[in-house]
């Protein structure tokens, strides 16, 4: 992936965590590293960029008396410099001291960070230089921490800056109240669009449910006539009609009504495709009719661990790439066509390329 990507990559035994990797960059001893760089950026893998110049606004902030740019200059356990998004120069980082050589531990991290008398802020001031925060706010910041600072939730303006490519749900309905579109308006990642097809004409009064939520993301159409095969031809028809349309459309989710989706769905099932992935799909789902009661002879919720097998997946939790879904389409109308559809993908690009992503996150209805 880093080589189609023109991304240099440099393998490190796991061990000192981001700071230990710091360490061994300041004292030029990490294998592979480059040498002719000037400035470093350092972040770590639960960043995300909120404006396209990130790096200029770092390397704006870098003026003479500065020894250090950072993200945030923290008041916790007492004023430091938050050892992640940080830039400094070649001069500063070669400079640093670390108390222990080499740093295996969290506890030698703090050290570092926050915990001594001359941690990461205090040298960067002993060397006659400033520390400085690049923006005043972490909410209008140009790198966005989402571990630590998840709360924020910034994802809209990350996906403003930078739009990505969206997720396209076909779903099938007919004469039922359309329980999906409440957990899409909830989604983090908000590039997904819904292509609701009622079977049939509509007697239940769907079109002004639709019009009554406002949302140029969600496309009705009533087909003619009723095909009554599960939504099968429907589902069909869409894959078929999408394949050299919606070209704003990456993914597709085939779906149902009454599915619900946790508000990361989109958000974690997107993230976890690689360019060589044709499909991702959620570890664990909610089903309906998994936990027999004898007692009162109907079924219960309960959680399934998803299999790539029969009757341990379902659509509605699997993202695949669009034009793998297109090029194999939906080739079977039986009850069970989910599984035929799923088995074609594998048959023709590989189980392999399939992507597991941890976490329950729809509920089959």
Known sequence: MCESNNVKYIPRVNVGYDIGAFQDVCGNRLYGFPSN??????????FIPMKKTFVMDFFRAMKPNVGVACLEISREVKLHIRTSGFMVSRYVASSLVFATDAIVSKAHCYEFEHRSKDAFLEQVLGMGKKAIQVNNSLAESSLWDTGLRAKLNLWQRHYDEFPNKAVMFICPIFNSYPQIISSLLCQTNPNWRLLLIHDGPNSTGLEKIIQETNDSRIQYIVHAKRTNDW????????????KNLAHDVEFVVITNPDNYYIPTFVQEMTMGFTPETVATYCSHFVHGY???NKVLGDHRFGVIETELKLGMIDCGGVMV??????????SSLEIYSDWTYFSDLI??????RWKKVLGTLFVHN
């Open 321 to 330: 790439r669009k034009k793998y879904a297109c090029e194999v389409g939906w």
């Open 290 to 292: 998994v936990c027999p």
């Open 231 to 242: 939504g099968h031809s429907l589902r069909r028809w869409a894959l078929d009609k999408i």
């Open 347 to 352: 048959k023709k690009y590989g189980s392999a």
């Open 37 to 46: 760089w000037s400035h470093l950026l350092w972040c770590t893998d639960d």
